[in-house]
């Protein structure tokens, strides 16, 4: 379970297209960071009725190297300004707020990788500790959660996928 919080329903993946962009963006800032060393940074995210899940993870580009480092960071959401029987968070009446609250958790990652990339560039600082565990924190007024993880999420959701459909 990659959510804070236990729901009662799966959470739905946000859309490809929002996805490559978080991608892109993200990818292209720390360019110079990634490049070097075959690296990159994918994202993952998914929205539940009561939580907005966005989790950055670095990973190697080398499908051999299965290292990586994760920061999920989480919004609560209030059910009852979403629209009934939407399908996505597109077809809410919620979505600029949404929109707020995505572009307020990529600023959150943000804040988290450059703080990493800045201590892998200033050799004196040595390893840094991660916080496994979820902790909050105020950000432009909202209160989000975050932690961090040595977890590769593309390889977790990869061994979830071949669970469920051996199971089914």
């Known amino acids: 379970m990659l959510s804070r919080k236990k729901h009662s329903v ?16 993200l990818n292209q800032v720390y ?3 990634l490049g070097p060393k075959s690296l990159k940074l994918d994202v993952y995210a998914q929205h539940f009725p ?13 499908e051999h190297v299965t290292t990586a480092l994760s920061c999920f960071v989480s919004v609560d959401l209030d059910p ?3 629209t009934p029987g939407a399908e996505t968070i597109s077809d809410s009446s919620d979505l600029h707020n949404f929109e707020r609250y995505l ?3 990529l600023d959150a990652s943000g804040i988290f990788w450059d703080q990493h990339f800045a201590n892998i560039a200033s050799a004196a600082n ?19 959660h975050y932690k961090i993880s040595r977890e590769n999420i593309g390889l977790s959701l990869a061994a979830d996928r071949l669970i469920t459909d051996h199971i089914s």
């Open 80 to 82: 009852s300004t979403q």
């Open 10 to 25: 799966e959470g739905r993946n946000l859309s490809p297209v929002w996805i490559d962009k978080l991608e892109t963006i």
């Open 126 to 144: 040595g390893p840094v500790e991660f916080n496994t565990d979820w902790e909050e924190f105020n950000y432009n007024g909202l209160s989000l």
């Open 50 to 62: 009561e939580e907005l899940l966005l989790i950055t993870s670095l990973t190697s580009m080398h």
């Open 103 to 105: 572009n307020n958790l």
């Open 31 to 33: 360019k110079k960071d």
